[in-house]
């Protein structure tokens, strides 16, 4: 599993007003047996990444704080003062994202629990991929 972390928010933990996590799922097509993309896919899904991230910050509407790779997919968080806004973009770039299919759900954390999790992670050798 890889670990991107915006350490800016650190110290902060959270920012008032930006309340809802987004959680946008990439879905990897050809992950290696360790759920790490290979070959192209690297450079394929850092675009997705790109797109969904201009999308959602656009006007500071949403904050990216975390990229999770492995298990087979690419798990984008986000943290957005507009959930309605957020799940509208998400939608009508459904269309838009050619090479990888996501999923994506928006749900309350004011605390920013999921991000608190990951901060006190980071350091750690390795997390487990969890099964469905």
């Known amino acids: 599993m890889t670990v991107r972390m915006a350490t800016a928010y650190r110290e902060m933990w959270t920012i008032p007003g930006y309340d809802h996590r987004v959680i946008v799922a990439v879905e990897i097509r050809d992950p290696q047996p360790s ?3 290979q070959g ?3 450079d394929q899904l850092a675009e997705v990444e790109t797109a969904l991230s201009a999308l959602l910050e656009a006007d500071n509407e949403s904050l990216g ?11 984008l968080i986000y943290y ?9 973009r ?3 770039a459904i269309a838009d994202v050619k090479s990888h299919r996501y ?7 004011s605390a920013w629990e999921l991000y608190g999790y990951f ?7 390795s997390a487990p991929c969890e099964s469905n």
């Open 35 to 37: 759920g790490q993309p």
């Open 40 to 42: 192209e896919e690297f």
């Open 65 to 75: 704080v975390l990229a999770i790779t492995g298990c087979g997919t690419r798990d």
């Open 80 to 88: 957005t003062r507009n959930p309605t806004g957020a799940m509208t």
């Open 90 to 92: 998400l939608q009508s």
């Open 103 to 109: 999923q994506f759900a928006i749900e309350p954390d």
């Open 119 to 125: 901060n006190r992670l980071v350091g750690q050798t």
